[in-house]
């Protein structure tokens, strides 16, 4: 069975740091994809970002940049210049292709991004 | 807006009591999911329906129960609540039933079991 680890259960920054949410995760299927989810404040999730498992390629969305490394089963988000708004919890999750699409999240990273 | 809407928004119930959360999914999309989000689970898949039928079934306890109706709206059936089921439901949904596009989610009911 999948598994998703977020070892950093919380983390506090100040106003226009960087900051780097990791996630680690464990499948035997060689296909998968890989998703963050963004749980502000207000309870809803938002999706952030889909990753293909085919597909190493960096991405960078704004302030948002996600490195992902299949070598080391790694899929770490990066805040760069980070804002107050940012504060919320992030989920990394990871989905089986071909299978039932059940989305196996991670524990989440309470991110505090202080003034 | 993620375009799913649920509601109640919030539910407070006594145990042993039944209740129903609904789950409207966004404009196209024929797959609808529900999680649970709880402080000692986390968030738990629980089921899947596309098009109507059940698709998968995840850590879905025998008093709980859904179904997805011909208009695609969904509804997660509670019953003989207990203070554990007190959580956070979520509904999600997506195109379609495989994994080429994200779930997006409702904001969630909270439901309280006193």
């Known amino acids: 069975a999948q598994k998703v680890t977020q070892a950093q259960t919380e983390i506090s920054v100040v106003e226009k740091e960087d900051v780097t949410l990791d996630c680690v995760y464990e499948t035997r299927d060689t296909t998968y994809y890989l998703f963050w989810y963004k749980q502000p404040p207000s309870g809803e999730l938002v999706f952030l970002i889909r990753r293909n498992s085919f597909d190493e390629q960096n991405e960078i969305s704004g302030r948002y940049s996600w490195n992902f490394q299949k070598s080391t089963s790694s899929f770490n988000f990066t805040i760069t210049a980070s804002q107050v708004v940012d504060s919320a919890v992030y989920f990394c999750a990871i989905i089986l292709t071909g299978s039932a699409r059940q989305l196996t999240f991670g524990s989440g990273t309470q991110l505090t991004v202080l003034p | 807006d993620s375009g799913v809407t649920q509601t109640p928004k919030h539910l407070i119930t006594a145990t042993g009591q039944r209740v129903t959360l609904r789950c409207s999914p966004r404009?196209?999309?024929?797959?609808v999911y529900w999680y649970q989000q709880s402080l000692d689970q986390g968030l738990q898949f629980l089921i899947q329906y596309y098009n109507g039928e059940e698709r998968a079934k995840g850590n879905i306890l025998e008093r709980f129960s859904a179904q997805q109706f011909p208009d695609l709206h969904s509804e997660l059936n509670l019953s003989s609540l207990e203070l554990g089921d007190s959580a956070l439901y979520f509904c999600?949904?997506?195109?379609?039933?495989?994994?080429?596009?994200?779930?997006?989610f409702g904001n969630g009911t909270r439901l309280t079991v006193t």
């Open positions: 999600a949904s997506s195109v379609g039933a495989g994994t080429n596009s994200p779930l997006h």
């Open positions: 404009s196209g999309d024929l797959s």
